[in-house]
């Protein structure tokens, strides 16, 4: 069983830049496509940012492209979303998970970009 727990959120002001992690614990977790994903209150879950299993490939919401870049170790096992020139409507909770996603979700870790 996967397992994933999320973190590096945070309170930026607009324009501002923030890491998040992701640590992927399980077996075979190094084989997965990977995400991240965000929601804010009342809408759906989006897929922001996916990498392939051997980080070759990487795919990306219009919102975010140019400005978030998503990455993993060399094991796999820790996924990084790099967020830069962030927006207001860049806040929301970041969650992580397999693309498409397959694991239980995680807790998130909080992203707020304001003044």
């Known amino acids: 069983q996967v397992q994933v727990v999320e973190s590096g959120g945070g309170l930026v002001q607009p324009g501002g830049s923030l890491r998040l992690s992701c640590i992927v614990a399980?077996?075979?977790?190094?084989?997965?496509?990977m995400g991240w994903y965000r929601q804010t209150p009342g809408k759906q879950r989006e897929l922001a940012a996916s990498i392939s299993s051997g980080g070759g490939f990487r795919n990306y919401a219009s919102s975010v492209k140019g400005r978030f870049t998503i990455s993993r170790d060399s094991a796999g096992r820790t996924v990084y979303l790099q967020m830069n020139s962030l927006k207001p409507e860049d806040t929301a909770i970041y969650y992580c998970n397999s693309d498409p996603a397959s694991f239980s979700w995680g807790q998130g870790t909080q992203v707020t970009v304001s003044s």
């Open positions: 399980g077996s075979m977790s190094s084989r997965y496509t």
